[in-house]
């Protein structure tokens, strides 16, 4: 069983990626809108009643096991390449839903894969992983309980002998299928095995069960070489991994956030007037006039002050719409809107820098191995 995309649709996970239109890309990789499977979840994320995670493959089997209480795992793996961003958040709030709703979290510094295809040292891999991921991780919510961290250089002689083995089970020509030939090289072929190791090593330690991997559609051509592995390793019982799919947040200025473009995003380690700053100078979908947008209204889905409040600063779906309708009906301003969404990025970030200094307490708590 091999799972396929359309013939001329790739993906390079190790490059970068914007996407215009979700629903050609859900037919492009064979990609299961999230629509058809989110009644079977019993407390869904806000990510996914908003349509934030519209996709997934095989998440069915989490939804029951969630709705049963039976055993299930969460497999997180982090880049430790920058700053922790907004962008960055949206990960760690689904590895702590997860884990709120029972799952045994798994969470994989991929010190490797930055080291092979970024060129990165590894003491300053490190220490971004921790002080950049883990404290942030802690500071919002994720708890000891249920939790292994582990970087990917340090994984145990079964972890290690998995990330070789794995690579009986895959040709040359299905890595150039799926990754396209011009993408591979030898450092992101080892990158792209180990990465299947990371993902079926959890039910070495757990039995097979089912496995949910949050990611980014980037790193969709990872998932589905896990999938097609792992249905043919006949030296285990893997159950093939399911993955959700979360759309990706705009650069303040447009475009793509990029950790290589401070101007792009709001660090969880920036100070609250800078993150207020960085909300005033931040594109929206505001009219040419004053005159203009009482007439037509403001067009929320070009905003990225919108995304803040839709992603992070508003929970409560009733301010959320609120705030919507009276944008589109010209009645909200622009410049109050971001003073608003300042305020409250403002007070976030003030309240996080207190959470982050409480969180270093635990630290011992998950680098304990």
Known sequence: MTEKASKNAKIDPWGSMKIEDYSKTIKEFGIEPFSTVIKK???????????????????????????KKKKFVMLTG?????????????????????QKMGAEVYICVADIEAYTTRGMAVKELEK??????????????????????????????????????????????????????????????????TQVADILYPQMEQG????????????????????????RFK????????????KFMSGLQGGKMSSSKPESYIALTDSPEIGRKKV??????????????????????????YELYTYHLMDDNKE???????????KLMCGECKKRCG??????????????ECARKDLGKFLKD
């Open 343 to 356: 305020d409250m990025m403002a007070e976030f970030l003030a309240k996080h820098r207190e959470k982050r």
């Open 128 to 193: 971004l992983a921790i002080e950049e991921y883990l404290l942030n991780y802690i500071a919002l919510g994720l708890k000891p309980s249920r939790c292994h961290f582990y970087f990917q250089s340090k994984g145990n002689a079964t972890y290690n002998a998995l990330s070789k083995m794995v690579s009986r089970n895959v040709t040359f020509n299905e890595l150039k299928a799926i990754y396209g030939k011009e993408s591979l090289t030898p450092g992101k072929i080892v990158s792209a095995l």
């Open 78 to 98: 982090l880049m430790p390449s920058g700053k922790f961003h907004f962008g960055h958040k949206m990960i760690a709030d689904q590895i702590i839903y997860y």
């Open 41 to 67: 979840v019993p407390e869904p994320h806000k990510y996914m009643l908003r349509n934030i995670i519209y996709g997934h493959r095989d998440f069915g089997r989490v939804a029951d096991a969630i709705a």
């Open 235 to 246: 030296d285990f019982k893997f159950m093939p991994p399911a993955s959700t799919y979360n």
């Open 280 to 305: 005033m100078r931040a594109i929206t979908g505001g009219r040419d006039s004053l005159e203009e947008q009482k007439k037509k209204g403001g067009q929320p889905h070009k905003c990225a002050v």
């Open 320 to 330: 959320l719409k609120s705030v919507y309708t009276d944008c589109v009906s010209g």
């Open 208 to 231: 097979s069960c089912p496995t949910v991997v949050p990611v980014g559609t980037d790193q969709d051509p990872h998932i589905r070489l896990t999938r097609d592995i792992a249905s």
